[in-house]
């Protein structure tokens, strides 16, 4: 089984602060790793995901995370933020074995984005 | 763009009432899934559904939940009774042939019950 571990629930930052938001998971197995954006009553958006090669993965609006195989870790990092960043964020493992796609995903992380 | 659709996008019922969330995955996509988030127990995969077949919905209630997908274009999830315990937002999720492109989501289905 799989669990995804979000350390923080809330983080504000200042906009075009850095920010970095971090999630931990725990697998028995390898596994797919994603970053997903939901903003206020909308439902979840992809915003990066590692499947294999470099383990640095970046999204087209500035967010990068990298897979850290040893820390068991998939950390979400903006080095400038803006009040549109300001959602909540989760992110979400699905073992590779089978490949069923089932996702698990964090308790979420909101990011609040001060001007 | 492509969207997974999503009905009713609000709900108010009352306790013991037969509730139905429907969800029309994006055609051609053959892996669809349902969610429940609630600020307490975050996201919830309670059943999802490979070319039509449940594979797994363990996450489910079974006494008062059923998922089903009577044809390729959509995917029911009914709650009957309803408790107030039940009030979440329910969404849908639907994707191709497994996991590697990430699946879309619905804009969610706000249950609440009374």
């Known amino acids: 089984a799989q669990s995804v571990t979000q350390l923080d629930s809330q983080v504000p930052v200042f906009e075009e602060a850095p920010v970095e938001l971090r999630c931990n998971y725990s697998?028995?197995?390898?596994?797919?790793l994603f970053w997903y954006v939901q903003y206020p009553n909308q439902g979840l958006q992809l915003l990066l995901k590692?499947?294999?090669?470099?383990?640095l993965v970046e999204s087209i609006n500035g967010f990068e995370a990298e897979f850290n195989k040893s820390q068991t870790s998939f950390h979400l990092r903006k080095p400038s933020v803006h009040i549109s960043d300001t959602a909540e964020y989760f992110c979400?493992?699905?073992?590779?074995?089978?490949?069923?796609?089932?996702?698990?995903f964090g308790q979420g992380t909101t990011l609040q984005v001060k001007p | 763009d492509a969207r997974v659709t999503q009905t009713p996008r609000h709900k108010v019922t009352e306790m013991g009432q037969e509730v139905t969330m429907r969800c029309q995955p994006i055609l051609g996509h053959n892996t669809v899934f349902w969610y429940r988030q609630t600020m307490m127990q975050g996201l919830e995969l309670l059943a999802y559904f490979r070319n039509r077949a449940p594979l797994d919905d363990s996450g489910m209630p079974k006494d008062r939940f059923s998922a089903e997908m009577p044809d390729a274009t959509l995917a029911t999830l009914k709650i009957q009774p309803s408790e107030p315990r039940d009030s979440a937002v329910y969404f849908c999720?639907?994707?191709?042939?497994?996991?590697?492109?990430?699946?879309?989501f619905g804009s969610g289905t706000r249950l609440t019950v009374v």
């Open positions: 697998s028995s197995v390898s596994v797919y």
């Open positions: 999720a639907s994707g191709f042939q497994g996991i590697k492109g990430g699946y879309t």
């Open positions: 590692y499947l294999s090669g470099s383990t």
């Open positions: 979400a493992v699905s073992a590779m074995a089978g490949n069923t796609g089932k996702l698990i």
